[in-house]
T-cell receptor, first 118, second 111 residues
Framework: DTEVTQTPKHLVMGMTNKKSLKCEQHMGHRAMYWYKQKAKKPPELMFVYSYEKLSINESVPSRFSPECPNSSLLNLHLHALQPEDSALYLC?????????????????FGEGSRLTVL | DAKTTQPTSMDCAEGRAANLPCNHSTISGNEYVYWYRQIHSQGPQYIIHGLKNNETNEMASLIITEDRKSSTLILPHATLRDTAVYYCIVRDAGGYQKVTFGTGTKLQVIP
């Protein structure tokens, strides 16, 4: 199984709603990522988890709250979002890079969750 | 991670080789070159990576110059399904997970 599965594929929410995006992988990867992508722009890194612990937070506003409950799951909790937060949210996973030729941590991406904030 | 520079867009005739260049003049010795592509409205897809030797897999070939300051991704026989944005990324393989995408090259394969 080489898939990263993201749900839901589409989400519409109001600015006062609380919702969550979910990501799941069964490749045994211990690094998981959230990216945000606006239209016609490259993906922007938001968060990185390594061994279920938050290792990188790219100064993301607190209205985005990541959670990694176990090695296969990654959530992104959304609360009090703004219309400018509307975007494609991408989840990825990888082996934790070890610097060897056979493990250099290439990322496997899901298809994304398209979020619209009204 | 070192910064990369890629042309904004390129066209390629179907069936011909597509050669996508990338400059990474500040690459350091322990940084690998990775290529990903993103077909419209899908998640990015890993293509290939290399350190200093040329690499080939079922999708593409990667040619890295001897000084490692630039590389070229080659799709040997481009098809319409290869139309996508191609991202070149350099990254310290041992260190880490801050994988940053540049603006990429929009490749249009023309029938």
């Amino acid at each position: 199984d080489t898939e990263v599965t993201q749900t839901p594929k589409h989400l519409v929410m109001g600015m006062t709603n609380k919702k969550s995006l979910k990501c799941e992988q069964h490749m045994g990867h211990r690094a998981m990522y959230w990216y945000k992508q606006k239209a016609k722009k490259p993906p922007e890194l938001m968060f990185v988890y390594s061994y279920e612990k938050l290792s990188i937070n790219e100064s993301v506003p607190s209205r985005f709250s990541p959670e990694c409950p176990n090695s296969s799951l990654l959530n992104l909790h959304l609360h009090a979002l703004q219309p400018e937060d509307s975007a494609l949210y991408l989840c990825a996973s990888s082996q934790v890079p070890s610097g060897t030729v056979t493990n250099t941590g290439e990322l496997f991406f899901g298809e994304g969750s398209r979020l619209t904030v009204l | 991670d070192a910064k990369t520079t890629q042309p904004t867009s390129m066209d390629c005739a179907e069936g011909r080789a597509a050669n996508l260049p990338c400059n990474h003049s500040t690459i350091s010795g322990n940084e690998y070159v990775y290529w990903y592509r993103q077909i419209h409205s899908q998640g990015p897809q890993y293509i290939i990576h290399g350190l200093k030797n040329n690499e080939t897999n079922e999708m593409a070939s990667l040619i890295i110059t001897e000084d490692r300051k630039s590389s070229t991704l080659i799709l040997p026989h481009a098809t319409l399904r290869d139309t996508a944005v191609y991202y070149c990324i350099v990254r310290d393989a041992g260190g880490y997970q801050k994988v940053t995408f540049g603006t990429g090259t929009k490749l249009q394969v023309i029938p």
